[in-house]
């Protein structure tokens, strides 16, 4: 058995496809480092190809299209510290490729449709995310994708979204109760907008978990309603609402945070960061220097990117508890 200073973090990151996964993978690298991290999309552990999948009349997110016998055992190992022949699912060819050898790393990445679907893997997850992305907001996303890159029809995508419908609600969706973290993306409610220029973007934190204390506005537990712009904040019409306060989810206590809106100027985030408190920052300002970083990743600029960077700096946080310890990440903080 490895022991705490060589333990290797499972940390899983659930969602439907095009929901913003490759982004938060690669806010990930930023904190972790590239050496450090390694990413497995469970994609490939498909017992099905695409080709043995419309014969059986199943799509991808259903359970009997995957191995997860084979999965729970593979990331078991990885946590152990052995080495793994993993499958590759082609996602050009659709087909099962010859495995390639994966060997554990301080931190694994388990991304894809089920990370926490199954009760084995999810017992070995360190730390969950799951992307919720709202039907409003998807429909907006895979237009501007599908439409433009694609050139599918209106038609077409809403159609593919519904035949996905009844999986996702059964198989996907579920995942958000284990969650200790999900990033809720939602229609502003601040204008009428029907292109999606603004979004309203909730992290939902878990309470109670080892290793993860919720960041909060302001005053810890209450119940607060700020809108930021003025003096501080560059703001154009509509503007930025943020939101905090305690609440349940799936009969869990959770906190939540919540912005939205647009920002103007990514360079004035440091006023909005200085309001918030346990956000696993280890210097006066690394939130806004990580999302100025990469201002031009989809996101950047609304609650998607800020969010994306504070939990990717809670999960840093935790996986320091984890390896190094309670005492020494304690330090860290008020250092």
Same mark, same amino acid.
Request: hydrophobic share 35%; aromatic share 10%.
């Given at each position: 058995m490895t022991s705490q200073t060589d333990r290797v973090v499972i940390i899983g990151v659930a969602g439907d496809s095009g929901c913003g996964k490759s982004t938060f993978l690669r806010r990930l690298i930023d904190l972790f480092g590239e050496e450090f @991290?390694?990413?497995?999309? /469970?994609? =490939?552990? *498909?017992? /099905?190809d695409r080709k043995g999948r419309k014969v059986a009349g199943v799509t991808a997110l259903n359970p009997k299209a995957n191995n997860f016998d /084979? @999965?729970?055992?593979q990331i078991r190992d990885l946590k152990n510290g052995k080495g793994i022949d993993k499958p590759i699912y082609n996602h050009e060819t659709g087909e099962l490729d010859p495995p390639e050898r994966v060997e554990p790393n301080k931190v694994i990445v388990i991304e894809g449709l089920h990370p926490l679907y199954d009760e084995r893997v999810r017992e070995l997850v360190d730390f969950g995310v799951y992307l919720d992305i709202s039907d409003e907001v998807k429909i907006q996303w895979k237009i501007q994708? =599908? @439409?433009?890159?694609? %050139? *599918?029809t209106y038609e077409d995508i809403l159609a593919s979204i519904n035949a996905r419908k009844p999986d996702f609600s059964a198989y996907i969706e579920p995942q958000r109760e284990f969650a200790d973290v999900v990033i809720q993306v939602l229609p502003t409610q601040l204008v009428e907008d029907k292109e999606g220029k603004y979004l309203r973007v909730r992290l939902i934190q878990k309470e109670g978990v080892e290793g993860f204390e919720p960041a909060y506005l302001f005053d810890e537990g209450s119940t607060i309603d700020w809108r930021p712009c003025g003096r501080k904040l560059t703001c154009n019409y509509p503007g930025i609402? @943020? !939101? !905090? %306060?305690?609440d349940n989810y799936f009969g869990n206590e959770v906190s939540v945070l919540e912005v939205d809106g647009k920002f103007d100027n990514l360079e004035e985030m440091i006023y909005i960061e200085s309001h918030l408190s346990k956000t696993g920052t280890k210097y006066y300002g690394e939130m806004t220097e990580l999302l100025l970083k990469h201002k031009d990743y989809p996101g950047s600029e609304n609650g998607t990117g800020l969010f994306q960077v504070l939990v990717g700096l809670k999960m840093r946080q935790t996986y320091e508890y984890l390896t190094v310890g309670k005492e020494a990440v304690a330090v860290a903080a008020e250092a």
């Open positions: @991290m390694t990413v497995i999309c /469970l994609d =490939d552990y *498909h017992s /099905l /084979l @999965m729970a055992e994708r =599908d @439409m433009a890159e694609r %050139g *599918h609402k @943020m !939101y !905090y %306060g305690p």
